[in-house]
């Protein structure tokens, strides 16, 4: 849908933006954009920490009396409920963050439209359970939230008594409804662990908290402003008047003035269009059918049956099964691609040293193709430094053919790099082989520079191999705005490769040859 | 950009963002803002509930399942009331109330409020059942009949004084069978 394709596209570049601003600030591993997902876990923890403490003083017969008490009185209590109150705030910005990143980058549909529509609802459950806990403290938001809450729900035929009548003043308010309230209020977090364990049911080694850096930065942070700016108490509830000005948390109540205007019709109608076109994105953002990726398919005559690309496949879409027609030569095990869970990253095609499994055309072998074609075409010389550029990041150079005098070999994921790649470019004469691949956790793939790295570096299969020179490889992160960054790994490496021996190009370089021999080496 | 510098801008951006969750996590909104006063009518009421009932026919009852073979089919339902508001002399409701409930054999709950200038208003409330009980329908037992408490016509003539964003409840007190005024309990 272009429309979808251009709010993706614009969208993208906004936080391409912030994530070099943010890059630049504090560096890619504590990039608090990368790791929201992550934040939000830790932030709802802090929220479950410190709600557990506060559990201890609130009464349900006194709900206002009881808060103001835990504000004034209690050891603590004012801090504590400050980062109560500030870290879910915070975690309603680092869900929205997270969403916005994943739809942006067109992470919603197919195999991860599971874990966007749980996304979605787990938004939903924490807005309820904020506003469970407003309505708990009962001053005037609580009370505002509270009859707003009770109007909408009114006009659905699920209750034999209209909710409303509960706060007109007619009866003091009675204390089961603050044990039902405070019931909810935690008993939604329990259903909230259960969503957060739907929602990275489809990922292998699923990354839950941040790098403890960051996580302690953002907490003391929020301590920090408990402290120095702690959470006073608004005036109490009052039935019997009209709730006037009064201080409203905007991360959970944004939705009152917006609704109170109109008929509690109109609010849902509102309510059904606004979820439907958000559950539903995985549908109006998956591309058109010819241009949807294909899974990952596997050759089983290549494969060793070594695991490496079932521990290697972020998505677990790669199970290891019984050889059926099995010869004595061959292992008893082969990999066997889940369809319904392949994303098509391709990381796969990068860990399998047999080039046997692997998206169509971008497995290994059909890597090898694709660099001989291209270096047929530029014949990089010893002074040349060929890019090996991340489509989906690297600056936003992979389009372009030359970048400062360099030519640009792009690829669809740096982690679905086969290392043959590196391997044969140097061979065939360029004085070194740059890759740059996405930070860590601004992967699309979720795990393609962390494999890579460790293939070229840490040999993990199927590795950089040792007749490699090492010098003449380098592997730089950079996000798709941070052309500036890639500018200067470029510089810097120009640099480093002025100080070596001039490359030299195999006199017996057969390209051909040596793809056989590669595949050959592996199967034996 | 040198590291200091770096850092600093780190830090300040960090303490704005701060801030700025802060400010929008207690950001004043006057929910209402009218300087006037509100009338608020609310109350439940147990209308009499009047059932209508028919023989069933041989073949009705044949098709039934033999545990269910009650020759008399009765359904209940409780008629709505009419209620009528003036204030001042002038005419500010006059609505129908239906029982709820898809058959309308539940409560009837009344739900209004009307603003009103500060100050003294003459007010008159009639909350009385609407039409006769239709031909045919019977009224249920003396027991059941003792459940049903609102009388079929209640009025109230009184004057009302409002402070301006006060709120003025009119209900239905069940002990004296008649609808009242509640000002705030003093706190």
Redesign the interface.
Same mark, same amino acid.
Request: without cysteine; hydrophobic residues 45%.
């Given at each position: 849908m272009p429309i979808a394709a251009a709010l993706q596209r614009g969208t993208r570049r906004v936080l391409a933006r912030a994530d070099a601003w943010m890059n630049r600030l504090y560096g890619w591993r504590y990039n608090p954009l990368y790791h929201s997902g992550a934040l939000v876990v830790a932030l709802m923890l802090v929220v479950l920490i410190t709600g557990v403490y506060l559990l201890f003083f609130y009464r349900i017969g006194a709900p206002f009396a009881s808060v103001a008490r835990i504000t004034d009185q209690v050891w603590f209590g004012r801090w504590i409920r400050g980062l109560h109150r500030y870290a879910s705030d915070a975690a309603v910005v680092a869900v929205l963050v997270h969403a916005l990143r994943l739809f942006a980058q067109g992470r919603s549909w197919g195999p991860r439209t599971l874990a966007w529509v749980s996304g979605l609802t787990l938004l939903f459950v924490v807005l309820l359970c904020g506003w469970t806990g407003y309505v708990m403290v009962w001053d005037i938001q609580g009370q505002v939230l509270a009859q707003e809450g009770a109007r909408l729900l009114d006009v659905l035929p699920i209750l034999s008594e209209p909710i409303s009548r509960a706060f007109v003043g007619e009866h003091p308010i009675p204390g089961a409804f603050f044990f039902l309230n405070l019931f909810a209020h935690i008993a939604l977090p329990i259903g909230m662990g259960l969503l957060v364990w739907l929602h990275v049911s489809r990922v292998a080694r699923p990354g839950l908290l941040p790098p403890r850096g960051l996580m302690w930065a953002v907490i003391g942070l929020l301590l920090g402003i408990s402290v120095f700016w702690p959470v006073g108490m608004a005036p109490p509830a009052d039935l019997f008047a009209l709730p006037g000005r009064a201080p409203f948390d905007w991360f959970y109540s944004f939705w009152v003035p917006l609704a109170r205007p109109f008929s509690s019709g109109v609010v849902w109608g509102a309510v059904v269009v606004i979820a439907g076109v958000t559950l539903l994105a995985p549908l109006w953002t998956r591309p058109a059918p010819e241009r949807r990726p294909l899974p990952s398919a596997v050759d089983e005559r290549l494969c060793t049956g070594c695991e490496q690309c079932y521990e290697d496949c972020p998505y677990e879409a790669i199970g290891m099964v019984e050889r059926a027609d099995r010869r004595p030569e061959q292992s008893d095990l082969v990999a066997r691609v889940d369809p319904a869970r392949c994303v098509s990253c391709g990381i796969c095609a990068g860990s399998c040293a047999p080039m046997g499994v692997g998206p169509p055309r971008r497995t290994g072998r059909d890597q090898l193709s694709a660099v001989k074609a291209f270096v047929a075409a530029r014949w990089p010389g010893p002074g040349d430094i060929v890019i090996i550029a991340c489509d989906r990041g690297a600056g936003g150079i992979a389009a372009r053919a030359w970048f400062h005098g360099a030519p640009i070999y792009a690829v669809a994921c740096a982690g679905s790099l086969h290392t043959s790649v590196i391997e044969f470019v140097l061979r065939a004469g360029a004085g070194g082989v740059l890759v740059i691949a996405c930070p860590a956790r601004d992967c699309w793939n979720r795990e393609g520079g962390k494999w890579l790295e460790q293939r070229m570096y840490h040999d993990r299969e199927a590795e950089l191999r040792d007749r490699v020179d090492r010098r003449r490889v380098r592997l730089a992160f950079a996000g798709e705005a941070e052309t500036a960054c890639v500018l200067r790994e470029l510089a810097d490496f120009r640099v480093a490769l002025a100080a070596l021996e001039a490359a030299a190009r195999e006199s017996d370089f057969d390209l051909s040859r040596e793809c056989e021999k590669i595949m050959g080496e592996v199967s034996r | 950009?040198s590291a200091v510098l770096?850092r600093a801008?780190?830090a300040g951006?960090?303490?704005a963002a701060?801030?700025g969750? !802060?400010a929008?996590?207690?950001?004043?909104?006057?929910?209402? !803002?009218?300087r006037h006063a509100?009338l608020?009518l609310?109350?439940?009421a147990r209308g009499e509930q009047v059932e209508e009932c028919r023989r069933l026919t041989p073949e009705e009852l044949e098709r039934l399942p033999v545990h269910m073979r009650q020759e008399e089919r009765c359904e209940g339902r409780v008629p709505p009331y009419r209620l009528r508001v003036s204030l001042d002399g002038v005419r500010a409701v006059d609505e129908l109330v239906r029982a709820? !409930?898809a058959r309308h054999d539940?409560?009837l709950?009344v739900?209004r409020e009307l603003t009103l200038e500060p100050g003294s208003h003459v007010l008159v409330v009639r909350f009385a059942r609407d039409g006769e009980t239709p031909t045919g329908a019977r009224r249920p037992s003396e027991e059941d009949r003792e459940e049903a408490t609102t009388p079929a016509r209640l009025v109230l003539d009184t004057v009302v004084t409002l402070a301006a /964003? /006060?709120?003025?409840?009119v209900?239905y007190d069940e002990e004296g069978r008649r609808l009242v005024v509640?000002?705030?309990?003093t706190r």
């Open positions: - | 950009m770096r801008l780190g951006i960090a303490v701060l801030f969750l !802060g929008l996590s207690r950001a004043p909104y006057t929910a209402d !803002g009218a509100v608020r609310t109350w439940r709820a !409930g539940r409560p709950y739900f /964003r /006060r709120v003025l409840l209900t509640r000002y705030a309990p």
